[in-house]
């Protein structure tokens, strides 16, 4: 298992709308990614759930699932990136490897991730 990289954290209301207003989107049947590049030379993450969610049992048990999900596929995101994971409706449900899957499909569309062998250009 490879080592976990440190995080860091988005946690000014400001920078979340910076990155909702000028980064880029990428959505999958789980969750919205927003993405924007940052002179931190660090990846920086924000996860916003919402109250239809739950009560806050349920919303932070799926704030630190998605974490988790950012986390495993961050040995391949680049230092320099903002990252804001929003969750649809169904990802209240799902499996963790469903989260984990749909946040690196999510990621790759965005070009932070390297795109696996032999698929596309």
């Known amino acids: ?54 009560g806050a049992v349920v919303r932070n048990r799926l704030r630190r699932r998605l974490r988790e999900a950012v986390r495993a596929a961050s040995q391949e995101i680049g230092a320099g990136v903002d990252v804001v994971v929003v969750p649809r409706e169904p990802a209240g449900n799902a499996a963790y490897a469903s989260l984990c899957e749909e946040v690196t499909t999510a990621l790759r569309a965005a070009g932070v991730l390297a795109p696996i062998e032999g698929e596309g250009p």
């Open 1 to 54: 298992m490879a080592p976990r990289v440190p995080l860091g954290r988005i946690t000014r209301e400001e920078d979340f709308r910076r990155v909702y207003r000028h980064g880029a989107r990428r959505s999958t049947r789980l969750v919205v990614l927003h993405l924007l590049s940052n002179d931190l030379n660090s990846v920086r993450l924000g996860v916003a759930v919402g109250r239809r969610f739950g």
